[in-house]
């Protein structure tokens, strides 16, 4: 699958899925990201929500790469997104998430699977040109 992606890269994948099935591929899916969404958790779940991680996920991951599929991550997510929200629920959220992928990050480890990760040009991208640590002014 395509996974991760941010709507606003749709034009990105839409293009790569064209070329992925031109090229022989027998099925593309994408698995869309909302950030938006993570935000809306981020402001109104509970504590107990940031140590919690999605059960199906990895496991259809695993299953995908023990297929044999390949992997395609695309990010176009904002830099600043999570500026606002308190650091020990980022810190929680990333630890769930950590352990819910371990088994799925070790076969990546080992290229068990063809995949890669890239990113996609993003608006909020703008102010930030390569190497910069903060936004550029407007």
């Known amino acids: 699958p395509i996974c991760g992606v941010s709507p606003e890269a749709a034009p990105l994948v839409r293009a790569l899925t064209s070329a992925a099935y031109r090229a022989g591929a027998p099925l593309v ?5 909302d950030e938006a ?6 402001r109104d779940a ?3 929500s940031f140590s919690q991680f999605s ?4 496991k259809a991951l695993v299953e995908h ?3 044999g599929h390949a992997l395609l991550s695309i990010y176009a997510n904002d830099p600043d997104l999570l500026a606002a929200v308190p650091p020990e629920r980022v810190a929680s959220l990333q ?5 819910g992928l371990q088994h799925f990050s070790e ?4 290229n068990a699977t063809n995949w890669l990760v890239m990113s996609a040009a993003a608006e909020r991208w703008g102010p930030w040109p390569t ?6 002014p407007r």
């Open 29 to 33: 899916e994408t698995v869309w990201g």
């Open 37 to 42: 969404l993570q935000l809306i958790r981020f």
């Open 46 to 48: 509970g504590e107990e």
């Open 55 to 58: 059960g199906w996920m990895p």
């Open 65 to 67: 790469i023990e297929a």
């Open 95 to 99: 630890q769930a998430s950590s352990r």
């Open 107 to 110: 076969l990546i480890g080992r």
């Open 131 to 136: 190497g910069c640590l903060a936004p550029m």
